[in-house]
Structure formats: structure tokens, C-alpha cells
């Protein structure tokens, strides 16, 4: 069992900065690759970012390319999400979840975070 709790939400003007935290307990966190998903409202859960667990190579989704980047500290078993130049439509609860390997579809990971609520305003 792995548990993800996400932290960094909250409210940001389009253009600013916002660092999501994934920290993980239980089983051995490097074992896992993580990925962030997020769910717009009114709309599905979509894939954002991964990180693989073996060397760190790291995967996004067109819409944030060059804007969000995905980390992440075996040591203090933690992923995280830098989000620089956000724009309203970033506006989603994101979440994280940890898999055995890369995926972007939301049932190729096994455990999820409770999620954190991103909100940005023009």
C-alpha cells in the first residue's frame, strides 16, 4: 500500500506560480512512478505529468509543456509539480498517483492523492 497525500493548492492569477506536493508513506516510494492527473470541472480526469521511477525521465502533456515541471525526492518521498505561467484553464483538482511504470490513462495507476483544488482567475 502506498499513501499520497497532495498539498500546494489554492488560488493564483493567470501568469503566476504554484508548487503541488505529492508526499507518499507506505510501501518503497522509489519503486513507483508518479504521475499528475487532473479533473476540470465538468470534465474528465486527464494526464498532466510522470516522472518514471528508474532514471527520472519525465513525460507531459502538450498543454503544459515548457510551463509545469515534475520532480521528485526519494528522500523524502515526495513528488512535486512546479506550475509557472498558469492560465484559467489550468483551473482543476489535481492529483497524483503512483503506478509501476508510465501511463496516461488514469487505471494503469494503482493509488491516488485526495487531490488539491487549483483555481486561477484573470
Known amino acids: 500500500q502506498v499513501q499520497l497525500v497532495e498539498s500546494g493548492g489554492g488560488l493564483v492569477q493567470a501568469g503566476g506560480s504554484l508548487r503541488l506536493s505529492c508526499a507518499a508513506s507506505?510501501?518503497?516510494?522509489?519503486?513507483?512512478?508518479i504521475s499528475w492527473f487532473r479533473q476540470p470541472p465538468g470534465k474528465e480526469r486527464e494526464f498532466v505529468a510522470a516522472?518514471?521511477?528508474?532514471?527520472?525521465?519525465?513525460y507531459y502533456t502538450d498543454s503544459v509543456k515548457g510551463r509545469f515541471t515534475i520532480s521528485r525526492n526519494n528522500a523524502k518521498n515526495t513528488v512535486y509539480l512546479q506550475m509557472n505561467s498558469v492560465k484559467p484553464e489550468d483551473t482543476a483538482v489535481y492529483y497524483c498517483?503512483?503506478?509501476?511504470?508510465?501511463?496516461?490513462?488514469?487505471?494503469?495507476?494503482?493509488?491516488w492523492g485526495q487531490g488539491t483544488q487549483v483555481t486561477v482567475f484573470s
Open positions: 498517483a503512483a503506478g509501476p511504470m508510465i501511463g496516461v490513462t488514469a487505471r494503469q495507476y494503482d493509488y
Open positions: 516522472i518514471r521511477r528508474i532514471d527520472g525521465s519525465t
Open positions: 507506505g510501501r518503497t516510494f522509489s519503486s513507483y512512478a
